[in-house]
């Protein structure tokens, strides 16, 4: 079956302007993350959905990073007053509920690499 | 602060040979360690997992063993083959706190025929 995907897989954008990154999960998949990878470092944490909820969004940096996922699939990542420091890869993650123990694989994105100009 | 901390950015391979990848955490409270491998312009993929209950787990030619003690995981690769050339990234969860994944700033293999 189909993987995550993400749109789109470039964007280019002025300072000062606003972003908006998609991500389709994988079908089935209730949990969603939001990773950034900025040059350089691995993937930093960003936000987790459980459904339509954000469970844990204790990795945004600041209030002009916002994400929604308002019908429990399809997520998008906005970014408001984009800044020089936001350039990065933002790669997305679905996988099954997590459980109380062990671990359900986190399926990754080819990522949307953006550059803020 | 790095949670996660892979000290070499990079690693050069024969083929046929064995790869070892490091790996060092801070945190005492990450129970579950994995390993991501990543292509260009592609996501990560998952590759092989341990529990901090297990010293060692081991998946075909891939194996990771982890000392709790030394807060230390490795990575081996054996036969190392060419196509297994890509970035290699530690990842480790502390299952109290969330489901986040802590990365570190992973480790470029390269394998030569």
Known sequence: GAGVSQTPSNKVTEKGKYVELRCDPISGHTALYWYRQSLGQGPEFLIYFQ?????DDSGLPNDRFFAVRPEGSVSTLKIQRTERGDSAVYLCASSLTPGTSGY????FGPGTRLTVL | ???????SPSLSVQEGRISILNCDYTNSMFDYFLWYKKYPAEGPTFLISISSIKDKNEDGRFTVFLNKSAKHLSLHIVPSQPGDSAVYFCAAKNSNSGYALNFGKGTSLLVTP
């Open chain 1, 51 to 55: 459904g339509t909820g954000a469970a």
């Open chain 1, 104 to 107: 359900n694989e986190q399926f």
């Open chain 2, 1 to 7: 602060d790095q949670q996660v901390k892979q000290n």
